[in-house]
């Protein structure tokens, strides 16, 4: 399994935008899809935005599409999750999740990601 650590997370303004970052350990972080997934206090947890292992295809939810942006870093471990026009409905934890997987496509379901991060929470403010 991978290890992941998220960072990033924060209090803005509507209309702002933040960078989230999940940096993983071990050496076949190349192999594994990653996701973003949120959570919002008394809702269950949401897909937000994945991407494959060879970093060739991206997947975003519709309330997302448009406003993020999710990349990866083979070298640094890392993958990222950009947050642009941030909405007070984008308020949440946001978890880094890992699914070790060749596939050029991503289910973007929870139940499919086996490795989590502890989660960093994003505050968007009206």
């Known amino acids: 399994q991978v290890q992941l650590v998220e960072s990033g997370g924060g209090l803005v303004q509507a209309g702002g935008s933040l960078r989230l970052s999940c940096a993983a350990s071990?050496?076949?972080?190349?192999?594994?899809?990653m996701g973003w997934f949120r959570q919002a206090p008394g809702k269950e947890r949401e897909f937000v935005a994945a991407i494959t292992w060879r970093g060739s295809n991206t997947y975003y939810a519709d309330s997302v599409k448009g406003r993020a942006a999710i990349s990866r870093d083979t070298a640094k471990n890392t993958v990222y999750l950009q947050m642009n026009s941030l909405k007070p409905e984008d308020t949440a934890v946001y978890y880094c999740?890992?699914?070790?997987?060749?596939?050029?496509?991503?289910?973007?379901?929870?139940?499919?990601?086996?490795?989590w991060g502890q989660g960093t929470q994003v505050t968007v403010s009206s």
């Open positions: 071990g050496r076949t972080f190349s192999i594994y899809a």
């Open positions: 999740a890992a699914t070790r997987s060749l596939s050029n496509t991503v289910t973007p379901d929870a139940r499919h990601f086996g490795s």
